[in-house]
C-alpha cells in the first residue's frame, strides 16, 4: 500500500510569485485535505476535496485555490506569494465516511 | 467556535518517566478525538483516536480517554523512551463539518536517556 507522497520538499519563492504543490493520496483514498503548519503552530486546515470539488474551506483567501483529479490526487496552488505563507504545507487523505487521515511528510515552502 | 488547547511545552523527561500531556477542546457537538505525532523533519502520523465519550485509544503504550465530562482527552505514557521525542498534537473532528481537523498547537516532548 502506497502511502501520501507530497512533491516538491522544499521550495524558495519570492514574494508576489505562484507556486504549486502536489499530492498523491494513499491507495483507494478518494478524498484529499491541505493543512498549511507555520514554524511552531499546529496544522490549520486550507480546503478539502472529493469527487473533485471543493468540499469545505478553511480562513484562508482566495488565492489559495486547489484541483482534484480523476484519480484522486491533487495540487494546491498559492497566488501572490506574501512572506507570512512561508510554511510546512501538509496534504492528507481519507476515504468517505471515515474520519482518519493518513498526511503526507510535507512541502516546505520559504518566501522571501 | 470550536478549538483545541494543549499543555505548553517542551516538556522535558528522563527515560522511564511517566507522561502527561494535557488536552482539552471545545465543540459544538460531539467531536472525534485523535492525538498525532510529528517527528523531526516528518510530517503527522495517527497516533490514536477515540470517537464516543468513555473510549480509550490506545498505540504503542500510549493511551488518552474520551472525557466528555470534563472535554479532555489527556495523553498518558507508562515509561516513555528517547525514541519517543517528537511533537504531539491532539486534535479533533466534527462529522458534520467533513471530517476538518481542528489541531491543538502542539506539546514538544524531549527524553533524555
Do not use: D, M, V, W
Given at each position: 500500500e502506497t502511502g501520501v507522497t507530497q512533491s516538491p520538499t522544499h521550495l524558495i519563492k519570492t514574494r508576489g510569485q505562484q507556486v504549486t504543490l502536489r499530492c498523491s493520496s494513499q491507495s483507494g483514498h478518494n478524498t484529499v485535505s491541505w493543512y498549511q503548519q507555520a514554524l511552531g503552530q499546529g496544522p490549520q486546515?486550507?480546503?478539502?476535496?472529493?469527487?473533485?470539488e471543493e468540499n469545505g474551506r478553511g480562513n484562508f483567501p482566495p488565492r489559495f485555490s486547489g484541483l482534484q483529479f480523476p484519480n484522486y490526487s491533487s495540487e494546491l496552488n498559492v497566488n501572490a506569494l506574501e512572506l507570512d505563507d512561508s510554511a510546512l504545507y501538509l496534504c492528507a487523505s481519507s476515504t468517505t465516511g471515515s474520519d482518519e487521515q493518513y498526511f503526507g511528510p510535507g512541502t516546505r515552502l520559504t518566501v522571501t | 467556535g470550536n478549538s483545541v488547547t494543549q499543555m505548553e511545552g517542551p516538556v522535558t523527561l528522563s527515560e522511564e518517566a511517566f507522561l502527561t500531556i494535557n488536552c482539552t477542546y471545545t465543540a459544538t457537538g460531539y467531536p472525534s478525538l485523535f492525538w498525532y505525532v510529528q517527528y523531526p523533519g516528518e510530517g503527522l502520523q495517527l497516533l490514536l483516536k477515540a470517537t464516543k465519550a468513555d473510549d480509550k485509544g490506545?498505540?504503542?503504550?500510549?493511551?488518552?480517554?474520551?472525557?466528555?465530562?470534563?472535554?479532555?482527552?489527556?495523553l498518558e505514557k507508562g515509561s516513555v523512551q528517547v525514541s519517543d521525542s517528537a511533537v504531539y498534537f491532539c486534535a479533533?473532528?466534527?462529522?458534520?463539518?467533513?471530517?476538518k481537523l481542528i489541531f491543538g498547537q502542539g506539546t514538544e516532548l524531549s527524553v533524555k536517556p
Open positions: 486546515f486550507i480546503f478539502q476535496y472529493y469527487r473533485e | 490506545s498505540n504503542k503504550g500510549f493511551e488518552a480517554t474520551y472525557r466528555k465530562e470534563t472535554t479532555s482527552f489527556h479533533l473532528s466534527l462529522y458534520n463539518q467533513g471530517g
